[in-house]
Every structure is written in C-alpha cells, then in structure tokens.
Nanobody, 115 residues
Framework: QVQLVQSGGGLVQAGESLRLSCAAS????????MGWYRQAAGKQRELVAV???????NYANSVKGRFTISRDNAKNTVYLQMNSLKPEDTAVYYC?????????WGQGTQVTVSS
C-alpha cells in the first residue's frame, strides 16, 4: 500500500522560506514522477512543481525562480523548497506520486504566508 507522509509547512511572513517534505513508502519510488500541488481556499487544486524519475523539473509560472523541487531516492523523499514566499502562496500543499494508471496523494500541509 502506497503511503505519502508530508511534513513541514506552517505560518511565515512574506519573504521568508519554508521546506516541505514528503516521504513515500510502499512503492518503487525512484521510477515514479513526483509532484507538489496546492489548493487555496475556494480555488481548484493546481500543479506547483513536478520532478521526473530522471530528475527533470517543471514549475508553475507563479513559482518559477522561488521554489525548488528535489528528490532523494535513497530516502524515498521529495522536497519543495519555497523561498521568497508571498501571501498568494497561502494554500494547502499536497505531494503526489504518479504511477501512470494510479496516482497517490499525501495528507496535505497548510502553508500560510502573512503580509
């Protein structure tokens, strides 16, 4: 059974940084693409960043240059380093493991950025 357990997040002021972590178990982590999504209140869930099994990355335009996604296959963990946070980054953040046919989600982590 695939499980994704998130950690990190919290309340910060604009301009500060946070790092989210997502530890996976029950899957062959290294062969799957991993992603971070977020959902702000009253809005649809949106893709923030994705990293392939080969390490290629892609980001939403709104976070390019500020956020960095990375993975440690030895630890079965994916990270999201968030710098220069803005109030509009406030949302619940979810990690995702994409196995093609199946997709799995973490429990969600609240990130709140005050102005």
């Amino acid at each position: 059974q695939v499980q994704l357990v998130q950690s990190g997040g919290g309340l910060v002021q604009a301009g500060e940084s946070l790092r989210l972590s997502c530890a996976a178990s029950g899957s062959i982590f290294s062969i799957n693409a991993m992603g971070w999504y977020r959902q702000a209140a009253g809005k649809q869930r949106e893709l923030v960043a994705v990293i392939t099994s080969g390490g290629a990355t892609n980001y939403a335009n709104s976070v390019k240059g500020r956020f960095t996604i990375s993975r440690d296959n030895a630890k079965n963990t994916v990270y999201l380093q968030m710098n220069s946070l803005k109030p509009e980054d406030t949302a619940v953040y979810y990690c995702n493991e994409n196995q093609g046919v199946y997709s799995y989600w973490g429990q969600g982590t609240q990130v709140t950025v005050s102005s």
